[in-house]
């Protein structure tokens, strides 16, 4: 079983890589950082790839090196960096680099492993949301959308390939990264970060495909318990990102 996990040179997805490779997956681990990725492959025993996912050819290139994929963990993403800044004195291109890595590259990653995937009968893909997507407040304009936007996009690749491929977007919750440093206070309900890999780590095994589609929370949703009641979350629609009247 091999995997490919973007994003892997560090924080949520060096933990992924990790509790993957504890479970027995042979783990490519894919980043712009060839540093940071041949270190966490050579920590786990696994590949490396340096990839830029909001480039079409450096995932291309990647996702042939790394072979023949049983799981896609597309984790790579990026904040704006401009935290103090109002968004219209944001340069446009740095405004929109935040969707190329955000959304495009989630969407360039999933259509290169998908050929193969349904070829071989076999795949699964995890998409790496926000709560961003959907609770209220804040006030930025790239990264919150661009997650609204990745986890509807994981839903409606999971309806495309519903009986095929599962397809999976899950929010890690709020971990303490490099990307979280200085947004939030000391005191913020924290996530801690060891509970997105084992989200993964469970979504992995195929047992909780009846889930697919479904947005899952690493720390507030009970996977076991959602799939004990499948016919009651599909018949409400719960975990699903929805506008109530």
């Known amino acids: 079983m091999r995997a490919l996990v973007t994003g892997g040179g560090r924080g949520i997805g060096a933990g992924i890589a990790r509790a993957l490779a504890g479970d027995g997956w042979d783990v490519v681990v894919g980043a712009r950082s060839r540093p940071q990725v041949e270190a966490v492959a050579g920590e786990i025993g ?13 995932v291309e290139r990647s996702v042939a090196e790394a072979g023949e994929l049983d799981l896609l963990v597309a984790n790579a993403g990026i904040s704006e960096g401009h935290e103090q800044q109002p968004s219209w004195e944001i ?23 998908i050929p193969g995937m349904l070829e071989r009968g076999r795949g699964r893909i995890m998409i790496t949301g926000s709560g961003a997507a959907y609770l209220p407040g804040g006030d930025r304009t790239a990264y919150p959308p661009s997650k609204a936007a990745v986890c509807r996009y994981g839903e409606m690749l999971a309806n495309e390939l519903a009986g095929r491929i599962p397809v999976f977007f899950f929010s890690p919750g709020l971990v303490q990264t490099e990307l979280t440093a200085g947004a939030f206070s000391d005191d913020a309900p924290w996530t801690p970060p060891e509970l997105a890999p084992e989200l993964v780590r469970r979504l992995a095994t195929g047992r909780y495909d009846a889930l697919a589609g479904r947005y899952l929370h690493a720390e507030h949703d009970n996977v076991d318990e959602l799939l004990g009641r499948i016919d009651e979350v599909r018949e409400r629609d719960l975990n699903a990102i929805r506008l109530r009247r």
């Open 46 to 58: 696994g590949g490396w790839v340096e990839v830029d996912v909001a480039d079409r050819g450096s």
């Open 91 to 113: 340069d446009p291109d740095d405004w929109w680099h935040v969707y190329e890595v955000n959304v495009l590259g989630v969407h360039l990653c999933c259509r290169a492993v």
